[in-house]
């Protein structure tokens, strides 16, 4: 008897598979009573939160408020904040889209007005916007898919800093080991070609082949759902030709 499979031993929700709490400091979303307003603010201080590959700033506003946010490329200590919608254009703050012109690199920009913040939050992304209509604007998103919002939504100017994260390999394993668990994720992960035919779907054999097609459908058990969930298709394919009756 083989031992269940990492989809299935994930979804029972132990302790495992779970983000430590320690070093997690509060969430990340705007002000809800700053949507209207104009205020400024000052950054206090910026730090780390575990299982985050950005910076946190701590940012305490001239209403009494207070939040954290992703800090932009940039920012630094002591900095002015303002928030509004006759903010001026630096880096760090916060505009409607409506009043950022077009070409301009925003993050941490909300899907509806109020919501906190939800897209570009990780570290070295940011947004293009590309188009600005009468109630919508039109953003280039990091994986280079356009969408649209509404223009009354949020957004930071800037682009989130900790983008060069990727550039200092791990040394040890204990380093990713760490790192992993912060983000609730598993390592190291073994492929399941590489176990034995009981313990995975793709395991046994001497020729390191899942034996099978890899496709499997999108409304199986969670012990048989593994490699290319509902695809739509797989491998290179080929080039279509058109025939043409004359």
Request: overall charge positive.
């Amino acid at each position: 008897m083989g031992k269940r499979i990492k989809v299935q031993r994930r979804g029972r929700g132990t302790p495992v598979f779970q983000a430590a709490k320690t070093g997690k400091i509060s969430q990340v979303k705007y002000p809800e009573t700053v949507v209207e307003e104009e205020v400024k603010g000052v950054i206090k201080k910026i730090i780390h939160e575990s299982g985050r590959n950005a910076p946190l700033a701590y940012i305490e506003l001239t209403n009494n408020q207070n939040y954290y946010t992703i800090a932009p490329e940039g920012t630094y200590v002591n900095q002015e904040i303002e928030l509004g919608k006759n903010a001026s254009l630096k880096v760090g703050n916060v505009l409607p889209l409506v009043k950022i012109p077009e070409g301009t690199m925003v993050c941490n920009i909300e899907l509806k007005p109020g919501d906190g913040g939800r897209i570009a939050r990780s570290g070295g992304s940011f947004a293009t916007i590309i188009a600005q209509n009468p109630k919508k604007t039109v953003l280039k998103l990091p994986s280079k898919r356009n969408i649209t919002i509404n223009n009354n939504s949020r957004a930071t100017i800037g682009i989130i800093s900790g983008g060069g994260r990727l550039e200092k390999p791990y040394l040890k394993a204990g380093e990713a080991w760490y790192a992993s668990k912060a983000s609730n994720k598993v390592y190291p992960v073994a492929h399941g070609v590489k176990m034995y035919a009981a313990a995975h779907p793709h395991g046994g054999g001497r020729h390191r082949r899942p034996g099978k097609s890899t496709t499997v459908g999108r409304r199986l058990p969670p012990g048989a759902k593994v490699g290319l969930i509902a695809a739509r298709s797989s491998g290179r394919g080929g080039k279509r030709v058109r025939r043409v009756e004359t």
